[in-house]
C-alpha cells in the first residue's frame, strides 16, 4: 500500500482514508477480509443494536429506484437493513478473529438506548480487541433516531461521555442528517469528548406503490440515498470543518473516485463508502485508492493532508461576495448541433430559436446567461463565453 494514503483518524492510524461503512458488507469477519485485500484503511462493522427486534431483516429489505425521464432523473438507494443478527458474544468473536487474522483497523458499531448497554458493550468491544468504536446515534430507522428526533442533542450529551469513559480506544460519533443544525451537533458531539464524527448516514424515506396504495418493500419507512446525497454532506462537512477541531469521515453518495476528492477537499479526514461496494464488489476500492493516487500525482501532493480542506471558509463565497453581474452568454456551435430543439423548448427566456433554413439553434440578446441548456444538450454543441 502506498504510504502516500495514510491517514490519522482520530488517534487511528489508517493506510488508506477509504472506510467501508457499517452495513450488510461488513457484517462479518468474511466481509472484513475482502475490505483488506482490496486495501481499505478500515471496515466499521455492522451496527449491534441493543433492541432485539433490529436484528432481524424482512425480505426484500433493499429497491434501486430509478425516476424521471431521460437527462433528468435519479436513482435512490432505499432499504430497511437491520442490524448485526447474533449476539453480542458472537460480535466480539467476529472481531477477535478480525483482529488476529487481518491488517485492516476495525472499528465496532452499536447503538444503544440505555446508559448501562453502552458502556457495557463498548467495554466488551474493547476487550475483544476493536481498534475504535462508532457510536451509531444516526440509523434512520432505529429506535433512539426515530424516538428522540427534537432532542438528539441532548440524547448525544447524555450518552458520549457514557461511552467514552467506559473506554481508553477512539470513540467516534456517527451524524444523522435528520438535524436543524448540523454544526451545533458536532459541537456538541466534541463536547462529550468525541474523537472524531461520521457524516452522515442517510435519511429516512418513503417510495408509495401507487397500485397498492402503500409503501413498497417492508411496508414502512426506509433509510434512503444515492449519488445525489454527497451535496448535501459536502455543504455542512465544508463548514463543520471549520468550526469543530475533530476530524471528520465523510459519508454518502461515493459513486466514483472524484467524490472521494471531493469529500477531502470539504474537511473530510476519512470517507466512507457503502452502496458502491453493494452495486460493484469489494474491488471498487481498490479502484477507489487508485483515482486518489493518480490526483495526488498530477497535483504533487504528499499526503492527503496536504490538500485536506481546502474548499472551505473563504474559497466558498457568502451571500454577500457572490457576483451576480451577468458576465456569461450561451453560445451554440453550429458544426456540432444537430437541431433537436431541445434547448429551444426548456429555454424561458426566449433566448434561444431555431434557424429553420440551417436547422441549427442559435442564441440571440434575449439570453440570462443562467448556464442551464449546456446540461440539457444531448451533443455538447452549447457552452458558456464571456459576454
Known amino acids: ?20 461503512a457499517s452495513s450488510g458488507i461488513t457484517k462479518a469477519y468474511e466481509n472484513a477480509a475482502k475490505a483488506d485485500h482490496y486495501g481499505a484503511g478500515a471496515v466499521v462493522l455492522k451496527t449491534k443494536f441493543e433492541e432485539e427486534m433490529m436484528a432481524h431483516s424482512p425480505t426484500p429489505r433493499f429497491a434501486v429506484i430509478r425516476r424521471g425521464k431521460g437527462d433528468y432523473s435519479s436513482t435512490t438507494n432505499l432499504s430497511y437493513e437491520q442490524g448485526y443478527e447474533k449476539s453480542i458474544e458472537d460480535y466480539c468473536e467476529e472481531i477477535r478473529m478480525c483482529k488476529k487474522d487481518l491488517e485492516i483497523s476495525v472499528i465496532a458499531s452499536i447503538g444503544c438506548s440505555t446508559k448501562t448497554c453502552w458502556a457495557q458493550w463498548a467495554k466488551m468491544v ?30 448525544i450529551a447524555e450518552m458520549v461521555p457514557v461511552v467514552k469513559q467506559a473506554v481508553h480506544i477512539p470513540v467516534f460519533t456517527k451524524m444523522t442528517p435528520q438535524l436543524e443544525n448540523p454544526i451545533y451537533t458536532a459541537q456538541v458531539m466534541e463536547q462529550g469528548g468525541s474523537d472524531g464524527i461520521c457524516a452522515f448516514s442517510r435519511c429516512l424515506g418513503l417510495d408509495i406503490d401507487i397500485e397498492k396504495q402503500a409503501p413498497v418493500l417492508h411496508g414502512g419507512y426506509g433509510g434512503h440515498g444515492g449519488p ?8 455542512w462537512i465544508s463548514e463543520m470543518y471549520t468550526k469543530t477541531r475533530l476530524p471528520i469521515s465523510g459519508c454518502g453518495g461515493v459513486v466514483e473516485g472524484d467524490d472521494v476528492i471531493k469529500y477531502i477537499l470539504a474537511g473530510s479526514t476519512a470517507v466512507q463508502v457503502c452502496f458502491l461496494v453493494y452495486a460493484y464488489g469489494y474491488s471498487v476500492v481498490e479502484t477507489l485508492n487508485t483515482h486518489l493516487l493518480s490526483y495526488m500525482d498530477r497535483h504533487g501532493y504528499q499526503s492527503t493532508q496536504e490538500f485536506r480542506g481546502i474548499v472551505t471558509g473563504s474559497r466558498i463565497k457568502s451571500l454577500q461576495e457572490v457576483n451576480r453581474e451577468k458576465t456569461l452568454i450561451a453560445t451554440v456551435n453550429p458544426d456540432v448541433c444537430v437541431g433537436c430543439r431541445r434547448c429551444t423548448d426548456i429555454c424561458i427566456f426566449e433566448g434561444i430559436r431555431y434557424d429553420t433554413e440551417k436547422k441549427k439553434a442559435f442564441i440571440n440578446s434575449q439570453c440570462d446567461g443562467c448556464g442551464l441548456c449546456p446540461s440539457f444538450c444531448p451533443r455538447g454543441a452549447i457552452s458558456m463565453i464571456h459576454r
Open 1 to 20: 500500500m502506498d504510504k502516500r494514503l495514510s491517514v490519522n483518524y482520530g488517534g487511528l492510524e489508517l493506510r488508506s482514508p477509504i472506510i467501508l
Open 126 to 155: 474493547e476487550a475483544a480487541g476493536a481498534d475504535a468504536i462508532e457510536m451509531n446515534l444516526s440509523c434512520p430507522h432505529s429506535d433512539y433516531v426515530m424516538n428522540e428526533t427534537g432532542r438528539m442533542n441532548s440524547f
Open 228 to 235: 445525489w446525497s454527497i451535496h448535501y454532506a459536502l455543504r
